[in-house]
């Protein structure tokens, strides 16, 4: 395990602005990869409480992508996004090989770091439906540059008393330079209490940790900008679902590269 630094005097390059009572459309996209369906029905249902951002699911929410995906439903916001034509195989997150363009967007960089810290703090739910996760997909201008840092992927069912098995690591996708590397690590905490996920990414690689310690390493490293995407999914609801699921982030922050992390 290499040695991961902390945010301490780093240069906060994005902070989410949840102290607005408002997405801000300068930092979000209020969509979940809306060139596969559209931006309304991918749009996601949410709420401010004392400056934090609630993201739901709710009862009435119809499926993001039904066609293609389900009865997932998503209440997800992002930095960026990018796509083809319509009717083109091209754009973010290609997650079946059937996909086209159904709604063209408009190619927009809100945030897009390449290495630097990213960190969220948040509370996820112990719901055995749903999944909360905050990762990072290549903006995917070019095909190749559309690999995954997941920092951190908390299924309900994996909560159990006082501990919990967090999603973290690399997926590869389209980018023949990379290998997949993600695991669960199980952790001894309570993740519907507050905890902050956050990794350090460098030319050298990526360190993944947890309440500042570092619990993964892994010597890839993507080296192109990424975009942010934070959200909560449901997958197939049970006869004893509640409503609203409720995902608190408490923050959201984006630090420039350490100098020392540039060095590679």
């Given amino acids: ?52 951002l609630v993201l739901q699911i709710a009862a009435d929410q119809p499926p993001w992508c039904p066609r293609w995906d389900g009865e997932t439903r998503v209440s997800s916001i992002q930095t960026g996004v990018f796509a083809g034509p319509l009717g083109s195989p091209i754009g973010q997150g290609r997650f079946r090989p059937e996909l086209v363009v159904t709604e063209e967007q408009a190619p927009a960089r809100l945030y897009t770091p390449s290495y630097g810290r990213i960190e969220t703090r948040i509370a996820a739910l112990a719901d055995p439906d749903s999944m909360v996760a905050l990762w990072m997909i290549g ?47 199980g952790l001894p905490i309570d993740p519907t209490a507050m905890h902050t996920y956050a990794v350090e990414w460098t030319p050298r690689g990526v360190d993944f940790l947890v309440d500042d310690r570092p619990v993964k390493h892994t ?11 934070l959200g909560i999914y449901e997958f197939r609801p049970s006869a004893a679902s509640t409503y609203p699921k409720r995902f608190v982030v408490d923050h959201v922050r984006g630090y420039g590269p350490s100098d020392a992390g540039l060095d590679g």
């Fill in 139 to 185: 903006f995917e201008d070019e095909p190749e540059r559309s690999g995954e840092i997941c920092i951190c992927e908390i299924f309900g069912r994996d909560v159990g008393p006082g501990s919990v098995r967090v999603g973290m690591g690399i997926h590869p996708f389209g980018d023949p330079r990379l290998v997949d590397d993600f695991e669960q690590v």
């Fill in 1 to 52: 395990m290499s040695d991961a630094t902390t945010a301490t005097d780093r240069r906060l390059e994005f902070t989410d602005g949840f102290d607005r009572g408002a997405l801000d459309p300068g930092r979000w996209l209020a969509a979940y990869l809306p060139q596969w369906s559209s931006r309304e029905r991918s749009a996601p249902r949410y709420a401010f409480e004392a400056g934090r």
């Fill in 219 to 229: 010597n890839q490293s993507p080296d192109y900008p990424m975009q942010l995407m």
